[in-house]
């Protein structure tokens, strides 16, 4: 079931629901720091078999990241891929020759493509494979008894190699119903021997793909099977997970039997592992938290919280005691005690997706972040040291995701998230709600006066805009306004139109946009006008207000007007001309500065848009930049804030700066 699969990508998807983010190449530089925060999403993890403290991991994103220490610390060293949308959930390393490294990978954005990656270098360069180019790769193995013998399962079927790679056939033609491909397992003393779990069932074949046969006795019928092992010491005990739960056989898969013990809510169950030094014991990754049997799978007991989402497991070769996670969210847990408590061990892994980013405004060591997709565990972070240590800041918000995040001239931070808008005192420790709208009830004349009416606002808060004399919100239910700091909050829908994304004023001067128009008032609210954008504009992603002119970004473009929205010119003069994040007024240094999801480049303006010069190449797919301690800070899609080299020969100041050629 193909719906089952999805739920895997959870967080991926709900990037491109809520954000609607085309997030387009960007090479990998390694001079710009990524600060954090910690954590994230992980998809895989493999160690090195000649030295398991050297582990890799992979990504959702292309990128992979790699521990020399058995992941205490993480540093990033690779990106497969042109784009940031290859899905790495398999990694495997030669164990007769460690420095030929392999890596599955698939595509959010195109989900029948993807590619077979390899590296005979230990990692430091990767190439395709030739013959796997283009195929959505969802499984991989290598055979224990002939490393040159490797499978690779994908949508459109099972494909094998038997020279390390080299070339490879497509051992499931015969048989039109092998497809979609979720999991791979080989035989460890037969490399002919085959196990292929598909999204309906499984199928096995003895001879090398010849012939196939389905292995469904005892499975229940229409189940996604995620997971296959085989046991290391006795061929014949097979366990396979499914959305239905987890099975054994102890005939090679001729017959299964359902295990119990795994409650029916944690039976998305993404991968098995076996325990390489006892087989006794397996683990169950599930949507639910980590399972783990030590008698072969007769009893079961979690160990870890159900909201751990588990996606792959990894035990150390030399101690059973040594379990590592990889999971989504919470980004790499690792136990010493055989699975009794976990910690976090993300030091130098960075996976977020920052959407706000801001300094404190009376000390610029003190760094706001505001996250999405990571509930619980995500929030708003801060540091207080220039982004060298984080601390997670979000209690009260209850696993909100945070869309904006200002300061007040006080040092109170107000957060927009999926769900209303939240206050946080300076120097405070939890959030308080600040959701109070109050509608006025209009009594007709000679009636007694009604009573105002009050509710609160749920709507998802895109934008928030703060000024001496007035709150707004940008939301999902229109725009509101508060004149009491957040007190209570008036409004709407304006014009009809209520789902609004960026908010942004100049005096009288507002700028209020939707996914695809800006709506302008000249004189604070009291009057509207929609600016008439063209139909090609659909996805603007934030206005903004500088010397009069009305600019925003969007995926087709930056644009501005000069005359309050009346007309509106495409600024391509040095911009990319789409896929614009950003445009921000640089008070401290009067210029523009744009970010694009095309480049990665930070570009900056000194005459009001009319011409732009490129600034430093960050080498990441950018949100937001802004200029904190002479240095650009920036926001990004998937790998947190990042920040400027002390020797970047571009200046963040705009003070006779290295200029470079478009």
């Known amino acids: 079931m193909i719906s089952e699969r999805k739920h895997f ?70 990106h497969l891929g042109s784009g ?34 390899y590296s005979e270098d230990a990692g430091k360069s990767w190439e395709t494979m030739p013959a796997m180019h283009g195929k959505s790769i969802r499984a991989m193995a290598i055979s224990a008894s002939d490393s040159k013998t490797l499978v690779a399962g994908a949508v459109d079927g099972v494909f094998r190699s038997s020279d390390a790679g080299k070339s490879w056939q497509k051992i499931s033609a015969s048989n039109s119903d092998i497809h979609s491909i979720e999991s791979i397992a080989i035989d460890p003393k037969d490399p002919n021997a085959i196990y292929a779990g598909t999204w309906h069932l499984a199928w096995k074949t003895d001879d090398g793909g010849a012939n196939w046969h389905h292995i469904s006795k005892g499975m229940i019928e229409d189940s996604d099977v995620f997971s296959i092992i085989v046991d290391s010491t006795n061929p014949s005990v097979v366990f396979a997970s499914a959305c239905s739960g987890i099975y054994k056989s102890q005939s090679a898969g001729e017959s299964f039997s359902k295990i119990q013990g795994i409650p029916f809510s944690a039976r998305r169950t993404r991968v098995l592992k076996q325990d390489p030094s006892n087989p006794a014991i397996v683990y169950a990754g599930t949507t639910e938290g980590l399972w783990k049997t030590a008698d072969a799978g007769k009893t079961w007991n979690r160990v870890t919280n159900p909201d751990v989402v588990v996606n792959d497991v990894m035990v150390d070769p030399r101690n059973s005691q040594r379990v590592m996670l990889a999971t989504d969210r919470a980004g790499v847990l690792a136990s010493d005690d055989g699975a009794k408590t976990f910690l976090t061990t993300n030091h130098g892994y960075t996976h977020r997706y920052v959407t706000a980013i801001i300094a404190d405004k009376n000390d610029p060591n003190t760094i706001f972040v505001g996250v999405v997709n990571d509930r619980e565990l995500g929030g708003v972070f801060v540091s207080k040291d220039g982004g060298q240590h984080w601390t997670q800041k979000s209690k009260g918000l209850d696993g909100r995701d945070v869309f904006a995040l200002k300061q007040t001239s006080n040092g109170e931070l107000v957060a927009g998230t999926n769900r209303g808008m939240f206050m946080l005192a300076r120097n405070g420790s939890e959030w308080s709600p600040i959701n109070d709208v109050v509608n006025h009830a209009t009594a007709k004349k000679g009636a007694p006066a009604k009573a105002e009416a009050h509710s609160i606002l749920t709507a998802r808060v895109s934008a928030i805009e703060i000024t001496p004399t007035s709150w707004m919100a940008a939301t999902s239910a229109g725009l509101f306004t508060s004149s009491n700091q957040g007190k209570s909050w008036t409004g709407g829908p304006v014009m009809g139109k209520q789902d609004f994304v960026s908010v942004q004023s100049d005096g009288k001067l507002i700028a209020l946009a939707t996914r695809s128009d800006v709506l ?60 614009i994040s950003s445009i921000s007024y640089d008070q401290s240094n009067k210029r523009l500065l744009a970010t694009s999801t095309e480049t990665g480049v930070v570009f900056e303006s000194q005459d009001g848009g009319h011409t732009w010069t490129r600034g430093p190449d ?15 800070l920036a926001a990004t899609p998937f790998d947190g804030v990042v920040i400027q080299p002390d020797n970047d020969d571009h200046s963040a100041s705009s003070e006779a700066p290295t200029r470079r050629s478009n």
């Open 618 to 632: 960050t080498g990441y797919p950018l949100r937001q930049v802004s200029v904190v301690h002479g240095r650009f």
């Open 9 to 78: 990508v959870s967080r991926r998807s709900l990037l491109f629901v809520l954000l609607a983010l085309c997030c387009a190449s960007a090479a990998w530089a390694g001079q710009w720091t990524a600060l954090g925060p910690d954590g994230g999403d992980v998809r895989s993890l493999a160690y090195d078999p000649q030295n398991p403290d050297h582990i890799f991991l992979g990504t959702s994103t292309g990128s992979l990241f790699s521990s020399t220490d058995g992941g205490k610390n993480w540093s990033k060293f690779a």
């Open 520 to 579: 302008v008032s000249k004189d604070n609210g009291a009057t509207w006008q929609s600016s008439g954008l063209s139909s090609n504009v659909t996805s603007i992603r934030a206005v903004t207000i500088s010397d009069g002119q009305i600019m925003f970004a969007s995926r087709e473009g930056a644009f501005r007007s000069p005359n309050g929205g009346a007309g509106w010119e495409h600024m391509q003069n040095g911009l990319p001309d789409k896929n």
């Open 84 to 117: 940031d949308d290859y899905v790495i959930d398999h990694l495997a390393i030669d164990p007769q020759n460690t420095s030929k490294m392999y890596a599955a990978a698939w595509s959010v954005e195109n989900q029948q493509a993807g590619d077979l990656f």
